[in-house]
């Protein structure tokens, strides 16, 4: 994870709730952190995230950063429909 | 579309479901009902519901994972697992989506999440009538198939709406009977015939049902599916109603291949009158 300028804190927005992370917390330590009961053997289930109103990849949350003022959508099926 | 035959007299209905199969974009689907998951009071109601529906294709919606409560699903996020053990197929949805962009975001986040790209597309024009918003339904029907999904998508009941989304590309259309959630059956038979009878994908009667009878009539006037929720989850009792619903669909599809008699003005006697009794009282 690059250093985000030496800032002590990152400020992002999460399902809309504001929420602080440490500086060069990637997406997947974030999902693995907040949703723990999607992840099974450590491997996330039936979860999408979208970062700044883009779908990221489950393949990509590794080496995605998790920048200041990130707005990341955690979803996941419900009933409905 | 629907293909009228003969089929051969006395043959079983779970052989005619078997040999007349709904076929969306060359995947066969077990069933003619699509269930919805919306509205049931429990998981354990709504397992037994799907069960005595006999569906093989069933909704779910996209919602934000409670977050504050460290990860803890909504109440209803036990779903995936249960369609998961049943062996049913997930069809995400779009519910709740006003707009081309959040529909087209909230397929995109349901490819990824539920690993199918099948979508029930909604673009819905407002809270209160709940009715499809046409323009906004094409435009995010074009930008999905191109962006390589399987689009389903709930329309209007308008014919040619309907030809429009098929233009587009997409593998099904989905006309509503009457508004989400009404039970006031099919309000435009005719429309619904219209549509069935020209198009080249599969139709289905989305929205509105609210008894076995309107299941029945939408597949008497050629729909090849129907897809309810409410008329189960929310009937006095689910699993009893699911029944029903599994019947009246097969029933339908088989009358509507059966050929039915033509409509007439005036009584027509079923017992020939040669030979009857003549007698002067």
Not at chain 2, 64 to 90: C, F, N
Not at chain 2, 226 to 235: E, I, N
Request: charged share 20%; net charge negative.
């Amino acid at each position: 994870m690059r250093p985000l300028n030496h800032a002590p804190t990152v400020e992002v927005t999460v399902n809309g709730e504001p929420r602080t992370l440490e500086p060069g917390t990637g997406l997947e330590e974030l999902v693995a952190a907040l949703v723990p009961r999607y992840v099974a053997d450590g491997t996330p289930q039936g979860v999408a995230v979208a970062l700044d109103d883009a779908v990221v990849p489950r393949g990509s949350w590794a080496t995605t950063a998790v920048v200041p003022g990130a707005r990341i959508e955690i979803v996941a099926a419900v009933q409905g429909g | 579309m629907t293909t009228l035959h003969n089929p051969a007299p006395g043959r079983a209905t779970a052989q005619d479901v078997a040999e007349d199969p709904l076929v969306i974009a060359g995947t066969t689907i077990g069933s003619r009902l699509v269930m919805g998951t919306g509205g049931a009071a429990n998981l354990l109601t709504l397992e037994d519901a799907l069960v005595a529906s006999g569906t093989a294709l069933t909704t779910v919606a996209m919602r934000r994972v409670a977050v504050r409560a460290g990860g803890e699903a909504s109440p209803d996020a036990g779903i995936w697992a249960l369609l998961a053990r049943l062996g049913i197929r997930a069809l995400p949805n779009t519910a709740g989506c006003f707009t081309v962009r959040e529909a087209v975001l909230t397929a995109h986040l349901a490819r990824e999440a539920c690993g199918t790209e099948w979508v029930k597309l909604e673009v819905i024009a407002d809270d209160v009538t709940l009715l499809p918003d046409p323009l906004g339904l094409v435009e995010a029907a074009e930008q999905l198939v191109r962006d390589g999904f399987v689009v389903l998508p709930y329309t209007n009941d308008d014919p040619i709406l309907a030809r429009r989304l098929e233009d587009v590309g997409c593998a099904a259309v989905m006309p509503l009977g009457a508004p989400i959630g009404s039970g006031l059956g099919v309000l435009n038979p005719r429309n619904i015939e219209a549509i069935a009878a020209a198009a080249r994908v599969p139709v289905i009667l989305d929205a509105g049902i609210g008894t076995a009878s309107d299941a029945a009539l939408a597949m008497e006037l050629g729909c090849d599916g129907v897809l309810l929720a409410t008329a189960v989850t929310r009937a006095a009792d689910p699993v009893r109603m699911a029944r029903a619903m599994r019947l009246a669909v097969e029933s339908g599809r088989l009358a509507a291949r059966a050929g039915r008699i033509p409509r007439r003005e005036g009584a027509l006697a079923s017992s020939s009158p040669e030979g009857r009794l003549d007698l002067a009282l």
